[in-house]
Every structure is written in structure tokens, then in C-alpha cells.
């Protein structure tokens, strides 16, 4: 770069006279007007600094719009081997929590509840009987944020613990330990802190980093150290979701009910689905008619980290599949039929491969 003078140089960094005059006096820079020249090296010193400030800025701006985007709630999956007590968990923090509510009717299938804590929402999901799981985690969906293994402390890591931390890991969420049933004669924590070494797993009693904490789905003994270590990591993970973003997040269960119809379990995990708005899933779409939280209770709309139940889907969501808010009718209706000729189309191309690969087998 050769000799320029200040106002050429002011123009290739998109900047008024005033401005760079300006830096330039910070920089001590001595000149006579703004059609001065500066020396190679000074435009040159000059153009870095002014570099550094635009990427400072840049950042700093990032950081204010997330931090303008507020806290949600943290998904936690209860994960585990067979009756290792998962249920009884979730009984127990249901019970302490959400009072003489009663779960009855529809609510026994929201796939997944809210509890008020005095430290936050915290978003919890039941695995058994939720075959949504296999297809969230298939696909890669991290839904949830915390895995919540759950090991009786009276058998150990057994075949479905191991599946369950590999499914954990694989979605790459935070993973809690849950020694439970410590209330019974036969626990024995340290044969869960042994299993877990086995598979290169160390506790932190151990020396370790992965939290094992022992608990009673029973008795309740340590479920608050629980949440407590649940809403710690979720302070860390720093979760945030925009409310005002459109309508996001994922079908955990559709079953059909011969009297209310389509009934779908959904979190939304992103911007706030309201009655009355167009959302579409995978094949399927619907216009939301009510909807409804783990309490049964009525709701309007749901946040980031909701997990309600919804009417309003004519046909069954697949489970697992992203749902997405879309402005009307119109646009749910041609993004559905589009992706049922896509998929028809890949299905016949997929079909005629088959009968060539015969045809070449015949000859
Ligand atoms: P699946 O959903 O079938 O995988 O089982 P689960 O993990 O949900 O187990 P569930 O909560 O149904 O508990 C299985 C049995 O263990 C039930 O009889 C519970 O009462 C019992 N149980 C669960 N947790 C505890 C506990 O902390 N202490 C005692 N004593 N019993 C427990
Ligand atoms: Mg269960």
C-alpha cells in the first residue's frame, strides 16, 4: 500500500472525516487537514486498529442480543433399565411438587411435565413407553439437555443402563447419575460406583467428574441434592430460547382418542405456539384447538421449554419428528404435499433401482 491521504483512507474504511481524524489524534498522528497523507505504516496501524475495534464490536453486540434472549427452562430425560425406579422419580417429584392436581384423563400421556422449583422450571421426560426416545436420539435431536440415568443401587448397571448412557452420550447432553433406591437393605453404592468404573466411568467420589448421586424415589432421600445439581448444570449450560422466534420444537407422542381425536404430546423448544396457530410435522400438520399442560390445566400458549398437550392434528405426527409454526392454512397444506411427492418420488426412484438391479440379474 502506498501513500494516501486521509480522506481516501476514510472512504475505503467506510467511515467519516470526523471519525478517522479523530483516531488519528487518539493515535497522535499529526496532521494539517483531512487531505493530509499518511505514511504507508501509519494507514496501515490505522487500519488494523480500526480492524480490532469492528471485531470487538461485532462481539460485543453478539453477546448483548444473546444475552437479550432470556433463560428457558432445562430438559431432563429420565433414562434407565427396567425398573430401576424411573417413574417412581418422577411420581415423586410430581407428587412433592405439582399437589393435589391430580393426574387423570389426558394428562397420564403428556410425554413430558413441568416442575416449578424455587430455583426454576425444570422440563422432565419419562422414557418407558416413550418410543419417541429412540427416534429423537436416532436422529440426532438433542431434546433433551440433562440425562438423568437412573441405576437401582440394589442391581447395578444392567444391559438397558448401558444403552441408555450410549444414547445419552450420543446426544451429547449433560449426563447426572441417580443411585436409587437407597432406602432398600440390598443397595449398595458402591457396587454402582464400581459398575460405572468398568465402563471408564469414574465418580466423583472417586476422583472423577461424573455426578452419582444416591437417591430414594421412595423415600425422597436426595432428590433435592438432585434438582439442585440439575438446575446448577443448567445455570452452566446457560439455556436460552427466544420467545418471540416462531413456534419450534418436537412431537414426543401421538396417540388417537376415539372421542377428542389426535392427541399430541409436544415440546416446544423455541418462540411460544399459541391456540390457533398452523404448525406442521413432518407429513402431517395442524391448526392447534387447545391445548393443555401435564396438570391438565387449560393453556392459551406455551414458551420455550413447554411441554403440553395438543388437539388440533387430524392425522398422527410421527413421534420424534421437529414440528414448526407455520403463518396459515395454505403454507401448511403446500409444505406437507410437497414433502409427501418428495418422499413419493424417492420411493418410486428407490423402486425402479430395485427392478433395474433385477433386470441386470436376468441377463
Ligand atoms: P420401567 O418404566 O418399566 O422401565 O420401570 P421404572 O424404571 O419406571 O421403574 P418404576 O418406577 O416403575 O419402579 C419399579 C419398582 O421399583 C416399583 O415397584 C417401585 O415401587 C419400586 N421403586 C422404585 N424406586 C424405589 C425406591 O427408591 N425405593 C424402593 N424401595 N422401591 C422403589
Ligand atoms: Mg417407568
Known sequence: ??????????????????????ILDDMGVAYKSHASTLEEDTAQAV??????????????RAEEA?????????????MGHVDHGKTSLLDYLRKSRIAEKEAGGITQHVGAFEVKTEGGTV??????????????????????????IVIAATEGVMPQTKEAIAHAKASGAKIIYAANKMDLPGADINRVYQDLMQMGIVPVA???????????????QGIPELLE????????????????????????????????????????????LRV????VAGEHWGKIRAMSDADGKRRSEAGPGSAVQVLGFSELPVAGETFFWVPD???AKEITEERIEERRARESQAEAGRTRNLADLMR
Do not use: C, W
Open 47 to 60: 487500519k488494523e486498529l480500526i480492524g480490532e475495534q469492528r471485531v470487538a464490536e461485532a462481539a460485543r
Open 229 to 272: 445439581t440439575i438446575l446448577l448444570i443448567a445455570e452452566l449450560e446457560d439455556l436460552r430460547a427466544d420467545p418471540k422466534a416462531e413456534a419450534q420444537g418436537v412431537i414426543l407422542e401421538s396417540r388417537m382418542d376415539k372421542q377428542a381425536g389426535a392427541l399430541v404430546s409436544l415440546l416446544v423448544q423455541q418462540g411460544t
Open 66 to 78: 444473546r444475552k437479550a434472549i432470556p433463560p428457558r427452562p432445562p430438559v431432563v430425560v429420565i
Open 1 to 22: 500500500m502506498a501513500k494516501i491521504r486521509i480522506y481516501q483512507l476514510a472512504k475505503e474504511l467506510e467511515m467519516s472525516n470526523e471519525e478517522l481524524l479523530k
Open 276 to 279: 390457533g396457530d398452523y404448525v
Open 123 to 148: 422440563v422432565f421426560i419419562d422414557t418407558p413407553g416413550h418410543e419417541a426416545f429412540t427416534t429423537i436420539r436416532q436422529r440426532g435431536a438433542k431434546v433433551a439437555d440433562i440425562a438423568v
Open 206 to 220: 472417586y476422583g472423577g467428574d461424573a455426578e452419582v448421586l444416591p437417591i430414594s424415589a421412595k423415600t425422597g
Open 329 to 331: 392454512q395454505v403454507a
